[in-house]
């Protein structure tokens, strides 16, 4: 189906970075074509089914040409930078630097906006750029490589540690706005960091369309974090696409809570004796649609993967889960485990999940869960017998659920932030901070 | 020394023993589909007016749909006009006869199968209905049933003297715009089993069809339709066999149940069509559509499956929970080796209140197969209380297999309780040392891993059918006494 | 009863024993102590004929026949039992059927009559106790969800009901607690009889105070280097196995 954002295109092409680059220019072009032959994708598609993204046609988003003078409140995007760590930040699809604190960041360490990085370091971008996630993958994929107008660029090199967690705010402070970013963030041999994506925006309809390529190198470790907060009329596209190499390790904890519409991917490929842990906590209420679709492709032996997504879906929320391991004929000894755990509010919720496992090896280790809707009644029992009643119970149970996603999360001052959020969407709990 | 990964696979495999070929003086129409072949159909049929015009609106249907290419199976394309779409046994006069009217080749085929068809030899407590290529062949104790008023007859009898009751329920459970498998069943479906259990009655004895495909290039179309009236109770089994042939033969059947309040069906499977040999050569394409539409209060439904044979599997035995209470179930085992692939499982509708269902699947692979288990769960808006609990496991047999799980749960309640978990194993060598190093051999070992895998299903089969699955899958049956 | 001769395995290419040397007889305790990699645990896996290893030189025979000859479950019904250093677990198969079927296999090539329903499980709830394990241990699967601890004192129980002529344990004291290894001491203990003898392969000489050996053995590097008495492990428990290494060297 045409798009008519392919029309709109050429008014835009100019104001991209990277025109100078042939390389770029080429890639761009395939992915254009990708697109405009296909628009976005349809429920036809197998991994579309539940997600129904017409919304977005109805309307054009227009991305901002140029850096506009942008009001921010301060004291709006204090409640979302962490203190200690290095943040950059980028406004309606751009970087600004005016707001980014990245003071102290060791000298080889590279936090850079992508357009700013294809201008200086245009050769390490190449070699990264494309590399984890093709155009074929869907065509939000095509879209973003076509459009995008920012991003960050992250390169950590081999053995660096990285001190303080890095926090990448993507924030939009205008409606009708299309913002389509790419990162790319690269933890070399040996070196480790914790990355926190956060996603933030104004309580209007906007697009936010955005796709980070990850790179964790031999016996490298990182950590990422994707706290999306957008706007509750936004709509929120996000392509998580990680290569591991032999004996990594990538932690994923996956935060979705706002927007009206949000669709995650997060796909990864695990070398030998690597591992990759994917956590996700998505809350949805009112109208709110989350599609998290997660795949992870043991093409090597003695990798490990974990998985644990849980949902609470409220008023005519609805939820999907779409999880896929696949375990390749070479993978021996996969070592693979995969939950969903769901819960339904209300009655005009509704939760779609669909774990899935295609095994090509035969000495392997592998298994899925998936429950909707139980409380477990013996805890519930023993709190009535404790004197509490019982919705008082299945709060405080409904409120834990979530709280041990949230309990994961290493870095303290998030761990609060997202608490917090936690208590403001379960004060039935009548659970006290201080008591965590 | 213990077994290598090759020795557990050869353990596993066995010989196809029903693989011979009847020699018959048969009626076959040449193969070609087309709407005059559909009218000669009904025509030799001698069918009710209603009955052309359901198979023309399904042939016409039918011709605008894909064949479905979802699955996770590898089919080569089928030439539709290459297969023949009917071919009987040469009879001396039309109509149903009685046994001793049976072609005695016929009685030694189905003897040969273990389905003694004649008066003396016959089972005792089962009522069998044999049905070989396109036509009912002979139904047994059809007089015994009578008297308490179930009907049990081919279909094409019950066309003449039930078309009423035929017509009031066929295609209410699997429309003809269904999938295309079953548009095209419903163009053309030539026989099958008709039971009808009348309200209060428990069906005295076991009800039974025995499949066989004999004749060469042409397709099976059976159709089944099984209503359970009122407060009635009805265990039916089906089995299938054919013979080894290098082409491919279509399998395309319908069955449908209708449960009405208070009533139960209990409908087993074994399936045993002919698998294609070690190369993947020749076997049975198995499409079928079977749904059991639960309409009545505290209604119960109970898919038990038993599938070995066939080189492509394609089927997902359904329940439509629409009564309140009412309760389906599914259990089935899915054994595939060398080239077969099987993609199977099954859908829970749940719409009435406390509904419940279970899905126990287990999925054994060896060879170079491909078995993949494929499920909806879905709870609907008004499906008050609803509950699933869904175990899928599956055994790999060697490191050229495939096991794939593909749940899909859809829930639309919050008093739902979903609960499903699935599994992926194999049999190691490290087990099976264990075992002999315990005096057990290799071979038991393996019989009772597998069927110590398979149990929680085979406990759900008849007595008879539980051993004839166990023979299928070469385990021997476990100590009862202290099992 | 066993005899090894001049034993040489290798697995592949890879030798792993070279050249090892025991005589056990009716009713003895032995116990082949020593460091890791010296080829005790494939010492075990051959005499019980474990796939993957190869006799390149040298015999065992067991009760005057040529035991690398037959197949594992043949040697299992002759009476060769051994204790597995990593039981493993059999999904869907309780034990008390492992256990029966194992019994009537072993009957049966002796040429005995299976034991019925009833006088199984009277003998299987009487040797249970012994184990001080829980008669629900029975009707679970074999080793599925069982600590390191109970798996370990299935082994035993299985012996116990099996009776074999010979008793291969290997490392059956690594992963118990201390009330655990007395509890599975006990239960070897109650086992010895006049016509059973026992070899134990361990590391740790803990499990010697509790089983006492008559013969103590060191293997190193794929070959006996030291026999002895009882002595000889506490003076590998002072010493260390470094000693014997630096002596053989």
């Known amino acids: 189906m045409a798009s008519h954002y392919s029309a709109e295109y050429k008014q835009i092409i100019d104001s991209l970075p990277g025109q100078s680059l042939g390389w770029l220019k080429a890639l761009r072009a395939d992915a254009f074509n990708s697109f405009s032959g296909k628009g976005f994708p349809s429920l036809r598609e197998e991994d579309w089914r539940y997600t129904n993204v017409a919304a977005i046609e109805k309307k054009l988003f227009s991305p901002q040409l140029g850096i506009g ?62 590399q984890a996630v093709s155009n074929n993958e869907h065509s939000f994929v095509a879209f973003n490589l076509a459009w995008f107008s920012d991003g960050l660029f992250v390169h950590i090199p081999s053995r660096q540690i990285v001190d303080k967690p890095i926090q990448l705010i993507h924030l939009v402070t205008q409606a009708d706005l299309l913002t389509t970013t790419r990162n790319i963030l690269v933890v070399d041999e040996m070196a480790e960091a914790s990355i926190i994506e956060t996603y933030v925006g104004v309580n209007d309809a906007y697009l936010s369309a955005t796709v980070s390529e990850v790179f964790v190198g031999r016996n490298a470790e990182l950590t990422l974090y994707k706290v999306q907060n957008e706007g509750e009329k936004a709509y929120h596209f996000g392509g998580t696409y990680i290569k591991q190499e032999r004996d990594s390790r990538f932690n994923h904890h996956n935060f979705a809570f706002g927007s009206l519409l949000t669709r995650n991917d997060i796909h990864t490929d695990l070398d030998i004796a690597s591992e990759c842990n994917l956590n996700g906590l998505f809350l949805g209420a009112k109208r709110q649609h989350i599609d998290n679709h997660t795949r992870i492709i043991h093409s090597q032996p003695h990798a490990i993967s974990r998985e644990l997504y849980k949902g609470i879906l409220n008023q005519r929320a609805r939820g999907v889960f779409q999880g896929r391991v696949i375990v390749t004929e070479d993978a021996q000894k996969t070592d693979s485990e995969m939950n969903n755990n769901n819960l339904l509010l209300s009655n005009d919720a509704e939760v779609d999940t669909k774990p899935q496992l295609e095994i090509y090896a035969d000495d392997v280790k592998c298994g899925h869960g998936v429950t909707v809707g139980q409380l477990d009644e013996k805890s519930i029992f023993y709190m009535q017998s404790r004197c509490v009643d019982e919705e008082t119970a299945r709060n405080i149970l409904t409120f834990a659920f979530a709280n041990e996603m949230v309990d994961k999360v290493m870095i303290e001052s998030l761990r609060e932030k997202l608490l917090e959020q936690l208590l403001e969407r379960f004060p039935q709990a009548g659970v006290e901070k201080s008591w965590l | 020394m213990s077994s290598s990964t090759e020795e557990i696979e050869q353990l596993i495999s066995q010989e196809y023993k029903q693989g011979f070929v009847t020699e018959l003086e048969t009626e076959t129409f040449p193969p070609g589909l087309d709407e005059e072949v559909i009218a000669k159909l009904s025509k030799i049929k001698n069918e009710p007016d209603f009955m052309l015009e359901y198979r023309l609106k399904a042939f016409r249907h039918w011709q605008t749909m894909k064949n479905p290419d979802w699955a996770q199976l590898n089919v080569e394309p089928i030439d539709y006009q290459a297969i023949s779409y009917y071919s009987a046994p040469k009879r001396k006069e039309d109509g149903p006869q009685s046994l001793d009217e049976v072609d005695p080749e016929l009685l030694e085929t189905y003897k040969k199968l273990g389905i003694p068809l004649d008066e003396q030899e016959r089972l005792a407590g089962v009522a069998v209905d044999a049905v070989f290529d396109s036509v009912s062949v002979a139904t047994t104790f059809k007089g015994k049933l009578k008297d308490v008023g179930v009907i049990f007859c081919p279909i094409s009898e019950a066309l003449q003297e039930h078309p009423e009751l035929v017509k009031q329920y066929l295609g209410t459970v699997v429309p003809e715009t269904d999938n295309f498998f079953a548009a095209l069943n419903a163009a053309v479906f030539t026989d099958g089993s008709f039971v009808y259990i009348p309200k209060g009655v428990r069906c005295p004895m076991e009800l039974s069809t025995y499949f066989r495909i004999n004749a060469a290039n042409t397709g099976q179309f059976e159709r089944t339709l099984i209503i359970a009236d009122e407060g009635s109770h009805v265990s039916y089994l089906e089995g299938c066999t054919a013979p080894m042939r290098d082409e491919n033969q279509l399998h395309a059947a319908v069955v449908e149940l209708i449960v009405m309040d208070n009533a139960e069906i209990k409908y087993s499977t074994v399936q045993n069509w002919y698998p294609g040999d070690e190369n993947g050569v020749g076997g049975i394409y198995n499409f079928v559509t079977k749904r059991a539409e639960c309409r009545g209060h505290n209604s119960k439904v109970s898919w038990t499956q038993v599938e070995t044979g066939s080189a492509i599997t394609w089927k997902y035995p359904s329940c439509v929970l629409l009564g309140d209470n009412s309760v389906g179930e599914f259990y089935s085992v899915a054994l595939t080796n060398n080239y077969q692939q099987a993609d199977t499982g099954t859908k829970m509708i749940h719409i009435g209140k406390n509904t419940s269902s279970t899905i126990i699947s287990k999925g054994i692979s060896a060879g170079k197969a491909q078995n993949t288990y494929r499920g909806l769960v879905k709870v609907g808006k008004g499906a008050e209380n609803a509950r699933n609990f869904t175990q899928c496991d599956s055994l790999l047999v060697g490191d050229k297999c495939g096991a794939h799980t593909f749940p899909y749960v859809e829930v639309k309640q919050p008093s739902a309780q979903i609960e499903h978990e699935a599994t992926t194993s194999k049999i190691s060598e490290d087990q099976l040392f264990f075992c002999q190093q315990r005096g057990i051999s290799a071979e038991d070992a393996v019989s009772m891993i597998v069927n110590g895998f398979c149990k929680e299903v085979f406990k759900e089969l008849p007595m008879e059918f539980a051993v004839e699955a166990q023979a299928l899958l070469g385990i021997s049956l476990e100590g009862s006494s202290v099992g | 009863m066993l005899s090894i001769k001049n034993l040489h395995v290798s697995v592949g290419e890879k030798p792993i024993l070279k050249g090892v040397n025991l005589e056990i007889n009716s009713s003895e305790v032995h116990a082949i102590m020593g460091p890791n990699g010296a080829g005790k645990s494939t010492l075990a896996h051959v005499l019980s004929g474990k796939a993957g290893y190869t006799v390149t030189q040298g015999s065992v025979t067991f009760k005057g026949q040529d035991l690398l000859d037959l197949s594992p479950e043949i040697r299992a019904r002759e009476g060769v039992f051994l204790a597995f250093q990593y039981p493993v677990e059999i999904p869907g198969v309780s034990n008390i059927y492992l256990l029966k079927a194992a019994l009537n296999s072993i009957r049966k090539h002796k040429g005995l009559e299976e034991v019925d329903a009833m006088d199984f499980l009277t003998l299987v709830k009487d040797k249970i106790k012994l184990l001080q394990m829980d008669e629900k241990f029975l009707y679970r699967a074999v080793n599925e969800g069982f600590s390191g601890g109970e798996k370990k004192r299935n082994e035993i129980l299985q012996a116990a009901i099996l009776e074999p002529a010979l008793c291969v344990l290997d490392e059956t004291d690594s992963g118990l607690d201390i009330d655990a290894l007395k509890i599975v001491a006990d239960g070897v203990n109650s086992l010895r009889a006049p016509d059973r003898s026992f070899l134990m392969i361990t590391h740790y000489q803990r499990l010697l105070d509790y089983i006492k050996p008559d013969f103590v053995h060191v293997l190193a590097d794929g070959q006996i280097v030291k026999s002895g008495g009882p002595e000889l492990a506490l003076e590998l428990e002072a010493k260390g196995y470094q000693w014997i290494e630096e002596k053989a060297a």
């Open chain 1, 69 to 130: 003078t942008n009001n921010i409140d301060k004291e709006w995007l204090a409640n979302y930078s962490l203190q200690d760590a290095y943040t950059a930040v980028l406004v309606n699809g751009r970087i600004s630097l005016e707001h980014s604190t990245l003071e102290g960041l060791p000298d080889n360490v590279c936090v850079l906006g992508m357009a700013d990085a294809l201008e200086k370091q245009p050769e390490l971008v190449k070699k990264y750029l494309a």
